[in-house]
């Protein structure tokens, strides 16, 4: 394995230029999705209708503008937001723990098996709380086996977990192929099959708080674990020389990884991609400590989907699935971050 | 067991069906220095990883009184950190589960660092290092987790000359500065003469010898060691004798 990452640590002012400048893209990126859509909303309506609700402001806006903006627009800004800082400090966070920039929450097999955990609890039930659990314990469950399998020796070098990933992924999408043989087809199939496709065209603020809170807690553990994140990227052998008991501290990640990578697909199905490609380019900003890192790709992350979800839903008639549309951005850049790095020889590790 | 004691007692090690060193027994006082010799695939860095607790013995003892710092002969990495940010992550023995490093850590890695001559290399990155900078990095991450004993796999291979002679003396200059108990291998006898107060020789799984530099340094004991005759030289320098080591390649 090489040295990557050339850029220059930035001083502590470029810092506070660097998030100064992430907090108001992404300020302005909800101020202008809001009015976004089929139904389009002036600017200076969706400012109006956001500050009315802390400031007395006199409606220059039609009833009908508020209730977009406020009921349908807002939560789904949101749910889009969350998942994109969620998938991108899951990235961000395994990225670091199995010291390597290619790896994200699809690659390591956590989306496939939860994708199987959220379709087995729509066959088997109606409730939200048992599609998150679902998809979180499958999603383990998943990234467990493709750790296992991809370990030698202590080590799980690239082309072992990519390899891993593709057994696991394939397995787990088997059992999903099964889930919808067998579920009715005028009901729950059409159920599994529009969850799967990964959209966020059902969003509710009960929804928002769904996802919220346990993208929120696995990603405070992850932020929290920053420090030691840094030390395991070292490499087991040196951090456990170095007085960190890997094994333990891997652990507590990996879990918080599947926590918020479960959420997210609980919420809106399976959106590939942003966890691999989000964090790369935050690590260009930040260089690799993780203390900057995970922060910046939780911003990166959110701007990204808010974006690419107003594709999804306004460029054309119909709704895009969201995770078509990831998938057809990253996995090009993936295959382009995979070329480069095959000449600095991560791939001969 | 006492700080600073490093002690193997008929240790053992099996790679599959195959020896890789059998009933290897040596002792370093506190303070001591101590090197391992031996050629390639003997065991020298598997010695040195169960020394460290990295590697289960398959029998016997390989016990240390202290905490240890532990410098890899591989020292790459997947991402490039800062300086800084690399020898601070030497304090992760004192720094618990869900916490960060405090100011206390960072004044002992900053201090860390102005003792090996690094002081002003606290925002450079580690790709922009060179292969001795890297060498005295890793060195000051290791003693910022404050060690007794310091642990180094190689630490001048790699390396030119000027290099090794900086690495050799800054192992020799915080030795005797913070007392420590210094034990590395190295293929080079001379590195053993200039540091060492202990040698242990790992001829092959059956067979090793250990004692004083002095005794163990000679031009029979090398030559059975390599199969290179190697010859003791006294060398006229700066009006000093010297002593070298030198291998024939005939």
């Known amino acids: ?349 | 067991m006492v700080v600073g004691v490093i002690r193997v007692e008929q240790a053992e090690f099996r790679y599959g069906d195959a020896w890789v060193f059998r009933g290897v027994s040596f002792e370093l006082q506190r303070g001591q220095t101590g090197a391992i010799l031996g050629p390639n695939g003997r065991g020298k860095t598997t010695l040195l990883k169960a020394i460290t607790g990295l590697l289960k013995l398959t029998s016997g003892i390989a016990e240390t009184g202290g905490r240890i710092g532990y410098v890899a002969q591989r020292n790459d990495m997947a991402f490039s950190y800062k300086v800084l940010d690399i020898v601070v992550m030497g304090r992760a023995a004192h720094i618990g589960l869900f916490r960060t490093p405090g100011a206390e850590d960072y004044r002992i890695a900053r201090r860390t660092l102005e003792r090996l001559g690094l002081g002003s290399f606290t925002d450079r990155l580690y790709s922009q290092l060179s292969g001795g900078e890297r060498q005295l990095v890793m060195i000051a991450r290791a003693l910022a987790s404050e060690c007794e004993v310091l642990i180094l796999d190689e630490p001048t291979s790699a390396l030119d000359f000027s290099n090794q002679a900086l690495i050799l003396e800054t192992l020799r200059r915080i030795a005797r500065e913070d007392g420590l108990t210094v034990l590395m291998t190295t293929h080079v006898p001379q590195h053993a003469q200039r540091l060492a107060d202990i040698v242990l020789l790992m001829y092959g799984p059956d067979r090793q010898d250990w004692g004083t530099a002095a005794e163990m340094l000679t031009e029979d004991r090398l030559e059975a060691l390599y199969g290179v005759p190697v010859k003791a030289l006294e060398i006229q320098h700066d009006g000093r004798t010297a002593s070298a080591l030198v291998p024939l390649f005939l």
């Open chain 1, 1 to 349: 394995m090489s040295v990557a990452d050339q850029t220059a640590a930035p001083s502590a002012v470029k810092r506070l230029g660097l998030w100064g400048v992430l907090l108001i893209l992404l300020g302005l990126t909800v101020l202008v999705s809001l009015g976004i859509g089929r139904f389009g909303v002036p600017i200076d309506h969706v400012a109006g209708i956001l500050l009315a609700n802390v400031l007395p402001i006199e409606p220059t806006w039609r009833p009908v503008e508020e209730r977009v903006v406020e009921l349908i627009r807002m939560p789904r800004i949101l749910i889009a937001g969350l998942a994109g800082a969620g998938l991108a400090v899951a990235g961000a966070a395994l990225q670091g723990v199995f010291r390597n920039p290619l790896v994200g929450p699809q690659i390591i097999g956590v989306s496939s098996g939860a994708a199987f955990g959220g379709a087995l609890a729509i066959l088997l039930s109606e409730s939200q709380v048992l599609l998150i659990g679902g998809a979180f314990g499958f999603g383990l469950l998943a990234m467990v086996v493709v750790y296992t399998i991809s370990r030698q020796q202590g080590r799980a070098s690239i082309l072992m977990l990519v390899l891993s990933g593709i057994v696991t992924s394939a397995f787990f999408s088997a059992l999903v192929s099964v889930t919808k043989f067998v579920a009715d087809p005028d009901d729950k199939l059409p159920a599994i099959v529009f969850w799967l496709m990964g959209s966020f065209a059902s969003a509710s603020y009960d929804k928002v708080v769904l996802i919220a809170v346990p993208v929120a807690a696995g990603a405070l553990v992850i932020y929290l674990m920053r420090f030691q994140i840094n030390v395991l990227s070292l490499g087991d052998e040196e951090a456990q020389s170095l007085g960190l008991r890997v094994e333990r501290t891997r652990w507590i990640v990996l879990v918080a990884v599947a926590l918020v990578s479960a959420a997210v697909v609980a919420a809106a199905g399976v959106v590939g991609w942003v966890g691999l490609v989000i964090p790369h380019f935050a690590r260009m900003l930040t260089g690799p400590d993780h203390k900057l890192l995970i922060p910046a790709s939780a911003l990166i992350g959110a701007i990204y989907l808010i974006h690419v979800d107003n594709v999804a839903r306004a460029s054309i008639a119909a709704e895009i699935p969201v995770g078509i549309i990831t998938a057809l951005l990253g996995a090009p850049v993936f295959a382009y971050l995979l070329r480069r790095a095959a000449n600095k020889g991560w791939s001969s590790e």
